[in-house]
């Protein structure tokens, strides 16, 4: 039985590193299997430059048709799971066919990479960058070894960045308005804003922001909107009366949030929105939500 294991093991092993791997950021990164690696982190525009070696396993040779390293960004939605869209692609040969007998180190550079969008793990969808080695081989399976890596693309911050006002009201029940400082939020920013009471017929007993995140993936009858709720921020217990004004301070970096994605390749969508909810005696809520737009800014 050893001897079938070993039979249909690689004859080499396959290590693929970074130039500027040690000094490069590194972040976490969940793989499939739930396990979570640190893995280097590039912004679009960036070169991927580094090395790839094969260490032929003692006393084997490798023959093969050349050896060759693809850069690639995949879009993977999860009902059409393993099916990779593939929206960058970029190939170096390293190799011409022949043998390997000894350990081999191939360099390799992708120059001013082209990464338009954010690796995400959501919930319906993962968007990924990978370097993919291939060693092609006659009559016997590839060989091939995958590197994960992350891209995170910066913004400065917007030049308009209006607030949010908006009233909203039970007829003859209830009337309040609310205002958001702004719009648009980086990742570790603060929520400012006031809630105020013009008109409180109905007993209220609690007031909530939550922050919602919803994903939407696929398109026309295949959309699929799976809505989370990220933060619970008690805003208010016990009830208000006319004139009352509320102020709102909920900060966003505890939350893992990520920017706002707005139709990354015609394949899927990230939205935020806060949603007020007022609650009555009887447990009746009562709903207004807002979208906000959530950027990454640039972390000196």
Do not use: W
Request: net charge neutral; hydrophobic share 35%.
């Amino acid at each position: 039985m050893n001897y079938l294991v070993g039979a249909f093991k690689p004859p080499c092993n396959i290590f693929i590193s970074f130039a500027d791997g040690r000094s490069r950021k590194q972040v976490p990164l969940k793989k499939e299997n739930g396990k979570t690696v640190m893995v280097a982190l590039f912004q679009s525009q960036e070169n991927i430059v580094g090395e790839v070696v094969i260490e032929p396993i003692q006393g084997k040779k490798v023959e093969h048709n050349g050896v060759k390293i693809e850069l690639l960004g995949q879009i993977e939605l999860y009902f059409d799971r393993g099916n990779f869209y593939d929206f960058t692609s970029l190939v170096r040969e390293l190799d011409v066919p022949g043998e390997l007998y000894e350990r081999k180190s191939y360099p390799f550079e992708f120059s001013t990479v082209e990464m338009p969008y954010e690796s995400y793990n959501g919930v319906n969808v993962r968007l990924r960058y990978i370097l993919k080695v291939t060693i092609s081989r006659n009559y016997v399976s590839n060989i091939v070894e995958y590197q994960d890596f992350v891209v995170r693309n910066y913004t400065p911050p917007p030049s308009i960045n209006n607030s949010i006002k908006m009233e909203v009201g039970i007829e003859d029940c209830l009337h309040i308005e609310f205002e958001y400082s702004k719009s648009k939020y980086h990742l570790k920013d603060v929520i400012i804003g006031k809630i105020y009471f013009l008109l409180v017929r109905i007993k209220l007993k609690n007031m909530e922001l939550e922050i919602r995140r919803r994903e939407s993936t696929g398109s026309g009858p295949n959309t699929y909107v799976e809505t989370e709720t990220l933060a619970k921020f008690e805003l208010m217990d016990g009830a208000p009366v006319r004139g009352e004004s509320i102020p709102i301070r909920l900060f966003l970096s505890p939350y893992e949030l990520t920017p706002t994605y707005r139709n990354i390749n015609n394949k899927f969508s990230v939205k935020y929105y806060l949603n007020l909810v007022l609650v009555d005696e009887e447990d009746r809520r009562y709903f207004k939500q807002q979208e906000i737009t959530v950027y990454r800014l640039l972390e000196t």
